[in-house]
Every structure is written in C-alpha cells, then in structure tokens.
T-cell receptor, first 113, second 110 residues
Framework: DTGVSQDPRHKITKRGQNVTFRCDPISEHNRLYWYRQTLGQGPEFLTYFQNEAQLEKSRLLSNRFSAERPKGSFSTLEIQRTEQGDSAMYLC???????????FGDGTRLSIL | GENVEQHPSTLSVQEGDSAVIKCTYSDSASNYFPWYKQELGKGPQLIIDIRSNVGEKKDQRIAVTLNKTAKHFSLHITETQPEDSAVYFCAASIGDKIIFGKGTRLHILP
C-alpha cells in the first residue's frame, strides 16, 4: 500500500496559463476527492468521484476548473487561465467507498506569479 | 449553512500535559467525525474518527468524545510529546463529503 500519490508536488506558473495535476489513489479505493487548502485554513471540498463518475461539485469549482477520472483509477484536475486567487495547496484523498475514512496525499502546491 | 467551528486556533501545552481541542457542527444529520493531524509540507493524516452511534473512542493517548445533542465533539491528547506538535483539524460529514474546521496549531513546550 503506497498511499495516495500526487504529482507534481510544486507548480509555479504565470497568470493565464493552464495547469494540470494528477492524483493516484490507494489501490481499490472507489472514491476520490479533491480539496483546496489555503494558508491557515482547513481543506475545502471541491469535487468527488465514485469510480469514474463525478458525483458532486462545490460552488467553489468555477468553470475554469475541470476534473476527470477516466478509468476509475487516477484523476486529473485542470485549471484553465489561472488567476492569482488560484494559489493554494490542492489535495487529493481517496476512500474505499462512501462512509469510509478518507486518506490524503501530500498535495500539489500551486503558485501563480 | 454547513459549518464546523474549531477552538482554540492556537494551543500551547507543557510536554507531558494534556491538550483538548473542541469543535461544534451545524448539520444535525452529520454522523461521521474524523480528526486529522497535518505537519508542515504534508497532507492531513487521519488520527482517529468517531461515528454518531458511539459517544467516546480511545486509541492509546488519543480520545474523542461526541455529544450529538449539543453538536459538540472534542479531541483529547494525554501525556503530550514533542512529536504531537502539528496542526489538528476536526471535520464533520455533510452528505457524502466532509467539512473541516479551520484548525488548531498545537505547540508542545519543553
């Protein structure tokens, strides 16, 4: 069991560029979640998948954000036309199923210049 | 709206003493309450959780209590050690997702 893996760990980009993050959940975990965490705050829910189906999206998730989990295994989170306010830690978590404990990766820290 | 309040925001205790962190939640339908520990540069790590059908759960030096009537739950760490220094988050389930508190930075003083 290698835990939840996120790549890259850090991303620095200029405002207006597109970025994509990857999350590999714990093997056989059906649920995959994306969160955003800013300094001094707890993680904020963005969206989650049950296998390949995206079941819920937060109002925080503007139309510049899109997430996929095409084969029900790894997931990608893309941010288009990045803005200063997108600077944050993006965390991925997975769980065996609903109502089960969520296990987090170490996140991707995004910095917008 | 959906809300989890956490207090205090910062807590300093002498090594060997106990630490208590308290949370309240707003949604009476919440039935799962995990606690996470986050160290610098790392993701949150689940340390203990409790479901609404029990009032208390203990794992070595860590215990969690839940009062569903008052919508309160608390984390208790006994015999604190230097490695307990971190940020601790409480959370409550809202439907299929969990909502986090703003965190408590715990300092263990030598």
């Amino acid at each position: 069991d290698t835990g939840v893996s996120q790549d890259p760990r850090h991303k620095i980009t200029k405002r207006g560029q597109n970025v994509t993050f990857r999350c590999d959940p714990i093997s056989e975990h059906n649920r995959l979640y994306w969160y955003r965490q800013t300094l001094g705050q707890g993680p904020e829910f963005l969206t989650y998948f049950q296998n390949e189906a995206q079941l819920e999206k937060s109002r925080l998730l503007s139309n510049r954000f899109s997430a996929e989990r095409p084969k029900g295994s790894f997931s990608t989170l893309e941010i288009q036309r990045t803005e200063q306010g997108d600077s944050a830690m993006y965390l991925c978590a997975s769980s065996l199923d609903g109502w089960q404990p969520q296990h987090f990766g170490d996140g991707t820290r995004l910095s917008i210049l | 709206g959906e809300n989890v309040e956490q207090h205090p925001s910062t807590l300093s205790v002498q090594e060997g003493d106990s630490a208590v962190i308290k949370c309240t939640y707003s949604d009476s339908a919440s039935n799962y309450f995990p606690w996470y520990k986050q160290e610098l540069g790392k993701g949150p790590q689940l340390i203990i959780d409790i479901r609404s059908n029990v009032g208390e759960k203990k794992d070595q030096r860590i215990a969690v209590t839940l009062n569903k009537t008052a919508k309160h739950f608390s984390l208790h760490i006994t015999e604190t050690q230097p490695e307990d220094s971190a940020v601790y988050f409480c959370a409550a389930s809202i439907g299929d997702k969990i909502i986090f508190g703003k965190g408590t930075r715990l300092h263990i003083l030598p």
